[in-house]
């Protein structure tokens, strides 16, 4: 997909998103005297301009919602019935997505929230945010209150836990993490490989250090 340049695009002040009449703009944080940015804007075929979580509200509210814009009613969906937007957000991202794939993937983990607590942990702990993984694991956060994370959750494709990943990129932090909560060390993926064996393949002399001992 095209890369836009590290600056996202200015807006006119008279663009907003067409279901909530929202700015679609933020001041730039840097210099607030500068033009606005773009943030979450999300462009449908017939050009009309959306705040990202506006049209997933109203693209996931029924079936046929996403095949005509909320705006001005025309067909949106390409001639593969897929539902193709521009993206633009203040990452300076611009590009096509399938905005389908995501109203569907946010309909899948409303009906299995255990499923997207499980993918938050994996992806906290690959992003070695440890504060807010810690967070899962003593069972605090929202909703959960009292319901510990199971430190050997694992990605269904491969059966790599947390501490698998870890031991791939000598994350020593992540791994002393994952053992202070209970983490099996001789968990093995799809493969019949442990952390330690991963961390061997790697070189990964801290974590080979800390698993052998």
């Given at each position: 997909m095209p890369l836009a340049s590290p600056s996202a695009p200015a807006l006119s002040d008279t663009d907003t998103c067409a279901i909530c009449y929202e700015s679609l703009h933020v001041p730039n944080r840097y210099d607030p005297s500068a033009p606005s940015y773009l943030i979450d804007d999300v462009e449908l075929r017939c050009k009309h301009h959306f705040h990202q979580s506006c049209i997933l509200e109203y693209a996931a509210s029924s079936p046929s919602a996403r095949e005509k814009c909320a705006c001005c009613r025309q067909r949106v969906l390409d001639r593969s019935g897929k539902f193709m937007v521009t993206m633009r957000n203040e990452n300076g991202y611009v590009g096509m997505i399938d905005l389908g794939d995501e109203i569907d993937r946010q309909a899948f983990f409303s009906a299995n929230p255990d499923i997207e607590r499980k993918e938050a942990f994996?992806?906290?702990?690959?992003?070695?945010d440890f504060d807010d993984a810690e967070i899962l694991l003593k069972g605090e956060d929202e909703g959960y209150e009292g319901k510990k994370m199971d430190p050997n959750a694992y990605?269904?494709?491969g059966r790599m836990t947390a501490m698998h990943?870890?031991?791939l990129n000598d994350d020593v932090e992540g791994v002393e993490l994952l053992l202070r909560y209970g983490a099996d060390k001789d968990f093995k993926d799809e493969e019949g490989k442990t952390a330690l064996d991963l961390a061997r393949g790697q070189k990964a002399e801290r974590v080979v250090a800390l698993l052998s001992s």
């Open positions: 994996l992806a906290l702990m690959a992003q070695m990605y269904d494709l990943m870890a031991a």
